[in-house]
């Protein structure tokens, strides 16, 4: 197949690769990440079209990027998505099904909405074959934004995909992370620490049971950090790269504070995270969490995976390695974009 460019716009820094599938799995030629400009993008939507064409332009001149054909990977709160069970009815007639009836599940005007929906079981209940899919509605002036920036740059937009089906497919795609943990069969809740808030996807499979939003995110934590702590940004910057373990705080270190004001954060984030859980867990009796995958800018932090261990009792880990991924950066950066290439 064809090089493409997956772009992860996001509200703090943007994520670039160019890659392609090959017959060994999936190749990256390039990556790199450049700092969005501020107040450029926030929850998912381009508030600063021209200043971002402006950075994006540069970089995809300065890295001497040919690709063209693009795909972009996105979320925001203003994403609605719904799981719906429904009489199952073959795969060409859902459109028309969800045509008519869309509008009773989702209180929005269809007008304003661009629509997609996953296919996630299908089994029996009272004698009765049903389905179970999941509805992701995106606000058309979000996938217009997108669009018009795409084309703005020169590029071919190809592809608008969801994060959370970035991801799951990334998992789905792959047999083993980190050369030990299997993927079939196994659920995952992926926790994706952004700057301005954090995603709660739960996929198995490559599908996505539930997917939510959580306004506590990267800044948060930094703002926290700041208002009891004299320091720049960029201080705090290398104060998070430095720590050797987030779970041990030595009372007589510099950066004490600095480490139990990310602990309490975190705390309070695992408090929403548990009410999402909770929710999952609750819907059918075998419903499980096998692991919790960290991924986003936190995900860096030394001990965060143990911390997330202890408080949920569920094994968690960062990617360091796919087997069927051929790159040499940070998945925890890269992650999203990287899974967008994957077509199924």
């Known amino acids: 197949r064809q090089r493409v460019l997956a772009m992860d716009i996001g509200a703090h820094s943007i994520k670039i690769v160019e890659g392609r599938e090959t017959k060994k799995g999936l190749l990256v030629n390039k990556f790199f990440t450049m700092d969005t400009p501020t107040e450029a993008v926030k929850d998912g939507v ?27 990977t996105i979320n925001s709160s203003k994403i609605i998505t719904r799981e719906l069970s429904l009489p199952k009815v073959e795969v060409e007639e859902i459109d028309g099904l969800l045509g008519f009836q869309i509008e009773d599940y989702i209180p929005v ?6 629509f997609q929906y996953k296919l996630l079981d299908t089994y029996y209940e009272d004698d009765m074959e ?16 997108y669009f018009d920036l795409l084309k703005g740059l020169g590029l071919n937009p190809l592809v608008m995909d969801y994060q959370p089906n970035s991801i799951a497919k990334l ?26 808030s954090t995603k709660i996807s739960i996929v198995k499979n490559g599908n996505i049971l539930v997917s939510r939003i959580v306004e506590i995110g990267g800044s948060y934590i930094d ?6 702590n004299e320091m720049s940004m960029e201080e705090l910057e290398y104060v998070k790269l430095d720590i050797e373990d987030i779970n041990r705080v030595e009372q007589d ?37 096998n692991y919790i995958l960290l991924i986003g800018g936190i995900a860096n932090i030394n001990g965060l995976d143990s911390m997330f261990t202890n408080i949920f009792d569920i094994p968690t880990l960062s990617i360091e390695s796919l ?17 967008s290439i994957i077509r199924v």
């Open 46 to 72: 381009i508030l600063d079209k021209d200043l971002l064409h402006y950075v994006i332009s540069e970089e995809l001149k300065k890295k001497k990027i040919k690709t063209k054909n693009t795909y972009i």
């Open 109 to 114: 005007s269809i007008d304003g909405y661009v």
């Open 130 to 145: 049903k389905m179970d899919l999941l509805i992701i509605a995106i606000p058309k002036e979000i996938v217009e934004d």
């Open 171 to 196: 998992i789905d795609y792959n047999d083993l992370i980190n050369n030990i943990f299997s993927t079939g069969d196994i659920t995952f809740a992926i926790i994706d620490i952004g700057y301005d």
């Open 223 to 228: 703002q926290s950090i700041l208002n009891f």
């Open 253 to 289: 270190n510099d950066h004490s504070s600095v480490l139990n004001i990310i602990k309490a954060s975190v705390v309070l984030l695992s408090e929403q995270i548990e009410m999402i859980f909770r929710y999952y867990l609750s819907r059918k009796t075998d419903n499980t969490i």
């Open 323 to 339: 087997d069927k991924v051929d790159f040499k950066g940070n998945f925890s950066y890269y992650a999203n974009a990287i899974g």
